[in-house]
Structure formats: structure tokens, C-alpha cells
């Protein structure tokens, strides 16, 4: 019982304190997700635009920088339509925001590229 007491008078303020300062520091395994995931290589590659996609995006006049903070960097994965184990690029569907979305985005990310297909604007 005496370890124990010990062993709770170390663990609770050293846990206290490595969540203020992991807390303070911005720490997360959010990064872990799959949607996450999915997003942070995307993001990573090089980008190709189908035609169709290229005359979405000056329809609805939307840049490249938009697309990648705001659209694609908000956005969530939609792993029911999406096909994540197709070889070699998996296709996915990403809608964005996650809550209320606005903009549908399917794409295809292969090893060195991510192809951008179709731009739908949901409401």
C-alpha cells in the first residue's frame, strides 16, 4: 500500500505537467488519424489537374492556394466511397468543410503525384 502511495504522489504531477507543457507546445496525435494521414501526403505531392477539374476551379474562381489551406487542409475523407487499397494510386473522395460541406474533391494519389479529378460544389 505504501508503494502505491508513493507511486501516486510521482504519477499525478508528472502527468499534470506533461499535459501543460505538451498542451502549451501544441501536441496532438491527431496527426495519426487516417483522414489526417491521407491529407498530410497529399498535400506533399506535386499536383496535376484533370481538364475537367481546371475548368471547375475558374468556374467557381478558386485558386490553387485556396484549394490546399482551405478545401483540402479542412476537408474529410470519405473512406465509404473512397477506394484507399487500389493499386498503384488509391482514389478518394474528400469533402469539405467536415461539418456543413460545401466542396467535393475526387483524386487519385499515386507515388510522386496527387491528380486532382473532379470539383463538385455541393450547395
Known amino acids: 500500500m505504501k508503494k502505491i502511495k508513493f507511486f501516486l504522489i510521482g504519477l499525478i504531477p508528472g502527468?499534470?505537467?506533461?499535459?501543460?507543457?505538451?498542451?502549451?507546445?501544441?501536441?496532438?496525435?491527431?496527426g495519426y488519424l487516417p483522414n489526417s494521414r491521407v491529407i498530410a501526403e497529399t498535400l506533399s505531392k506535386d499536383f496535376e489537374y484533370s481538364d475537367n477539374f481546371k475548368n471547375?476551379?475558374?468556374?467557381l474562381k478558386i485558386d490553387e492556394k485556396f484549394l490546399k489551406d482551405s478545401i483540402i487542409t479542412l476537408g474529410k475523407?470519405?473512406?465509404?466511397?473512397?477506394?484507399?487499397?487500389?493499386?498503384?494510386?488509391?482514389d478518394y473522395v474528400?469533402?469539405?468543410?467536415?461539418?456543413?460541406?460545401v466542396y467535393e474533391i475526387t483524386f487519385e494519389k499515386c507515388e510522386e503525384k496527387a491528380v486532382l479529378r473532379s470539383l463538385k460544389k455541393l450547395k
Open 15 to 30: 502527468l499534470i505537467i506533461v499535459f501543460f507543457v505538451l498542451n502549451a507546445k501544441g501536441a496532438s496525435c491527431s
Open 56 to 59: 471547375e476551379m475558374n468556374a
Open 77 to 90: 475523407i470519405d473512406f465509404d466511397r473512397s477506394h484507399a487499397q487500389k493499386k498503384p494510386c488509391p
Open 94 to 101: 474528400i469533402t469539405s468543410p467536415e461539418k456543413n460541406p
